[in-house]
């Protein structure tokens, strides 16, 4: 798996396979965790127990959020930042554990690769953790698509029909895989025995909203009764029919009873690592499960998690809802940027982005200075970390660092992928001065009281840059629908492209005058917000022309 990049004349997979792991009870005695309460998955992975979580030592100890300026195609390596700087924290005599969102094998086998970091700063094992790893994944989809054949079933019913619209059913299968040709379909043709002839669809399983409520539950009972919440759709008398009216929740629960459970690895330097939960940050919440981080603010002073793709997504969607509904403060925020990525916002071709040019880095600085006005607005100074690239050109460096130091931000040069811990000491240093200056004091953006347009317009003025909002018919009919189903004090999750402050992915830097375009809505009130789609996003991706898959072997 990873990518065929090398250090020192190695790739990811070359160095993840030549470490020497640590069983996985030596990693959980750091952690002051006893044998007895691992559940084992192999000698080197084990589920936690919920009962680890501890109330009380969560708002003591020091929560740290990853996010990145607005990514290449490639990623930016927040992943790989996050772990790094776990290593580098454990170094200075912190302790500290990542907490990180599971891969899905969507982007494994199309664009991205692995998600296990990378070079030196990996998290182990990086085979497993790519591929099936514990099995939440499959659970998950397992959960989805019980309710889904408990819809139709229920459709196909004589004698205990709710006489469900099928017109009106939103609920889809899912799959953890790119398939574009799963993204709408008929189902039920061949006969009256093959059930009732219905459109349908697929969704990749991180845009499941079992995957999203797997991530905002506080506990088993919470997530059951997320479950039952399940919005379906209509009768045929334009009742709302939720999945405890199929009396879904309690089956579901079940398949989902070892997958609430975080999971327990380590990272290249014999450090603890939380991996939980995996909804991408586009269409859904991209961020771990709120019991994982709780898990690690439990066992450890320091928490080092991220947040899918740019701060405009990932980062707004893991300060304005998980943090708010989980009580959660951070005490810092790193903002990976690298030069490729400047270099790319400053009007580089795909072809170019390894060529060294002042002039496109300075341009395109003005996606970086978006995205530090906007987490500065959350109440939190960023830390910049430049995730080093041997194509970068210290005059570029210092450009970034000069930029930074006039906005009062401090940019460091993080070389976690070449050096590991040892090459992110100086980051550490950085988020420990901003953790202990007490000068950040997290604050939402918005009230999750205000009205559904108005907390639309606050994130996309203020996070995008946008000049107003426009909504098709079909989102003004779905914001009455919101209204009926007494959801607008629901937090919004925008479903939005990455490749842009916009919701158009061709405009980059920092876009002015432009209108942000609600299409759609969806309503996740098992999980508990209301879904924006901008602009064409689709939650069943489809494989490149040349597919990540097709580098690998074993």
């Known amino acids: 798996m990873g990518k065929e990049i090398t250090t020192h004349n190695f790739s990811d997979i070359d160095i993840a396979q030549n470490a020497t792991m640590e069983d996985i009870r030596d990693i959980a005695s750091k952690l002051g965790i006893s044998e007895r309460d691992l559940e084992m998955y192999g000698k080197y992975k084990a589920k936690l127990p919920l009962t680890l979580i501890d109330e009380g030592k969560i708002a003591k100890n020091n929560l740290v959020l990853v996010t990145a300026l607005t990514p290449t195609p490639a990623g930016e ?25 599971e891969p899905s094998l969507g982007p494994v086998f199309g664009i ?52 469900i619209d099928p017109r009106t059913i939103v609920w889809k299968r899912v799959m953890d895989m790119n398939d574009r040709s ?14 009732i002839p219905r459109q349908d669809g697929f969704n990749i399983t991180p845009a499941s909203e079992v995957m999203a409520i797997l991530c905002m539950a506080e506990n088993f009972v919470d997530l059951k009764a997320r479950l039952g919440n399940i919005f379906v759709g209509f009768t045929f008398a334009k009742k709302p029919i939720y999945a405890r009216d199929l009396k879904a929740e309690n089956a579901m629960a079940i398949l989902l009873k070892d997958a609430v459970k975080p999971n327990l690895v380590q990272t290249l330097e014999g450090n ?24 690690g603010l439990s066992l450890t002073d320091y928490v080092v998690t991220e947040a899918g793709f740019g701060a405009d997504l990932g980062a707004e969607k893991f300060l304005d809802i998980k943090c708010v509904s989980a009580g959660f403060k951070p005490k810092a925020l790193v903002l990976v940027a690298t030069i490729r990525a400047l270099r790319h916002h400053g009007g580089a071709s795909k072809e170019e982005y390894n060529t060294a040019s002042v002039e496109r880095v300075s341009n395109g600085f003005a996606n970086l200075e978006k995205h530090i006005e906007n987490c500065k607005k959350f109440g939190l100074n960023p830390v910049v970390a430049i995730n080093a690239f041997p194509t970068d050109s210290q005059e570029e460096v210092d450009v970034i660092q000069e930029k930074c130091g006039a906005m009062g931000v401090e940019a460091i040069v993080a070389n976690g992928w070449a050096m590991g811990g040892n090459g992110m000491t100086d980051l550490a240093e950085a988020v420990i001065r901003e953790v202990e200056s007490g000068n950040n004091e997290f604050k939402p953006l918005y009230d999750w009281k205000l009205p559904i347009r108005e907390k639309i317009r606050i994130i996309a003025s203020e996070i995008y840059g946008s000049e107003g909002v426009e909504y098709s018919k079909k989102a003004i009919t779905d914001l009455k629908r919101i209204d009926e189903l007494g959801l607008n004090e629901l937090p919004i999750c925008m479903a939005k492209t990455q490749k842009s402050l916009s919701d158009n992915d061709k405009l980059y830097a920092r876009p002015t005058g432009f209108t942000v375009n609600v299409r759609e809505f969806e309503y996740a009130a098992g999980a508990g917000f209301v879904i924006p789609i901008l602009g064409k996003m689709m939650r069943m991706p489809g494989l490149p022309a040349t597919p990540a898959s097709e580098r690998y072997g074993y």
């Open 77 to 101: 390596g927040k992943t790989t930042t996050s772990i790094g700087l776990t290593e580098g924290l454990n170094k200075l005599g912190k302790k500290t554990t990542v907490v990180l969102r």
């Open 112 to 163: 991205k690769g692995g998600a296990a970091g990378g070079g030196y700063s990996q998290v182990l094992p990086m085979e497993d953790i790519n591929l099936h790893f514990t099995g939440d994944f499959s659970a998950i989809e397992k959960a989805n698509n019980l309710l889904s054949a408990l819809i139709d079933n229920n459709i196909q019913s004589k004698t205990r029909n709710l006489n």
């Open 182 to 195: 799963l993204r709408d379909i008929t189902i039920g043709l061949g006969g009256t025995a093959n059930g």
């Open 272 to 295: 603890p690592a939380i991996i939980h939960g995996g909804p991408f940050a586009n269409i859904a919440q991209g961020t771990n499960t709120i019991l994982a981080t709780k898990m």
